[in-house]
């Protein structure tokens, strides 16, 4: 789960994390407010969306203009901005060229900027560790650093036994370059970045960039943070943060009706039972020429209402030319697969080209279902002939 800025550095304030003062708001008004409750001479005027990138982003209603943050020296300034931004869809790296709508805005307090830093925590699954990810050039995208300058890119592995110690932050400070008091404040800093981390059950906390300012402070200048969705229902406090608006309102029905569902750019919808199974369909998809339209994994004991849902989520994106339908039935029975798809292609009145290849539990008995039901399915016998009936139906079909 991810949240907005102004909400990561209000949860990390509150583990000792330093953060500029700020407000947000929803109407131009609330933004004067806020504005004038800070205090100048400088305010910063920030867009919230779930997307990175939004100062070099721009709005598609003056794609010349501005980008999503910026620096104003006037009351009337974070006003006039706070009009512009509020209600308009802004384009950034991340967000694709359909972009996000602002329907919030973050004021924050302006600061003296003398350096720009890159911190981040992440679980490292190559070495089963949390792994502090710091690096001098901040403000930019570390990816693009960690392609033209690795050797800028540090990294510290904690040993999850011995958790964060004082000399894994004086690693860092040293790395980065800070001198006399400023090593101990990001010992703290950092310190308090990893207790967060660790308490929230985060996947990503990132501060980029990690400013130092002319009077030698350590602040977040910008905050990024993930949740692990598996984790929420130790947190409440967490998940009522939630923006449904940022997410893709497929993927939160599919959450909904415990489905794994992440939408895609291609024509060939997936409905598949596991992960694993689910990417090697994909796969064969892109071998046979065409590309997948989702990630779905219905999981090992869907029942026949579950399987119906995710056939309707699949029906739901217009880009979807057909649909292949790949179970093996282990946990999951062949026959529940095979009545929640004659159920929900009944339903939605199917009109594009449906495989079907079943394996293992009940096969025979979910073959007898699908063919006594009347509808166009295609049976397959094997995941390559599955994947190459699709994409020649399809291309018949155009």
């Known amino acids: 789960m991810n949240i907005h800025e102004y909400q990561a550095k209000q949860v990390l304030a509150k583990y000792g994390v330093a953060v500029l003062k700020g407000g947000v708001a929803y109407t131009p008004d609330e933004a004067i407010q806020v504005a004038k409750e800070l205090g100048g001479p400088v305010w910063v ?44 869809v802004l384009v950034t790296k991340q967000t694709g060229p359909a972009g996000k709508e602002v329907k919030r805005l973050y004021i924050e307090q302006g600061c003296d900027i003398k ?10 699954r190559a070495t089963c560790r949390v ?43 040293f790395s980065l370059g800070l001198e006399g008091k400023q090593v101990n404040t990001a010992v703290k800093f950092i310190g308090a970045l990893y207790k967060a981390f660790m308490d929230l059950d985060c996947s990503i906390v990132e501060v980029n960039p990690l400013v130092v300012t002319g009077a030698g402070e350590i602040l977040a200048l910008d905050a990024k943070v993930n949740f692990d969705d598996n984790a929420l229902f130790r947190h409440k406090d967490i998940e009522e943060l939630r923006d449904e ?24 919808g997936c409905m598949v039972n596991g992960a694993g199974l689910a990417m090697a369909t994909m796969d064969i998809i892109k071998l046979y020429g065409a590309e997948p339209a989702n990630f779905l994994d219905v999981g090992g004991g869907a029942t026949k209402e579950r ?79 599955a994947a190459e009936k699709v994409v020649k139906a399809v291309k018949e079909a155009a």
């Open 45 to 88: 005027v920030k867009s919230q969306i779930h997307a990175g990138g939004r100062g070099a982003g721009r709005f598609t209603n003056d794609p010349n203009g501005k980008g999503g943050v910026r620096v104003v020296k006037s009351v009337e300034e974070v006003g006039s901005n706070a009009e512009a931004m509020l209600g308009s």
């Open 115 to 124: 350096r720009e830093l890159y911190l981040s925590m992440l679980i490292d």
């Open 131 to 173: 792994t502090i990810v710091a690096s001098t050039e901040g403000g930019m995208e570390i990816e693009e650093v960690a392609h033209n300058h690795p050797e800028k890119i540090l990294k510290v592995a904690i040993d999850p036994v011995e958790g964060f110690q004082q000399y894994h932050g004086r690693q860092i400070a």
């Open 245 to 268: 608006s940022e997410e893709d309102p497929a993927e939160l029905e599919a959450a909904r009706h415990a489905l794994n569902y992440i939408k895609l750019d291609g024509q060939i």
């Open 307 to 385: 399987v119906t849902t995710a056939f309707k989520l699949i029906l739901s994106d217009p880009n979807v030319e057909g649909i292949l339908v790949n179970i093996f039935g282990g946990i999951m029975r062949c026959d529940v697969i095979a009545e929640g798809v004659v159920a929900a292609a009944r339903e939605v009145s199917l009109n594009v080209p449906l495989v079907v290849r079943l394996e293992g539990t009940n096969v025979e008995l979910g073959k007898k279902i699908m063919a006594q039901s009347g509808l166009p399915i295609i049976a397959a016998d094997n995941l390559a002939d």
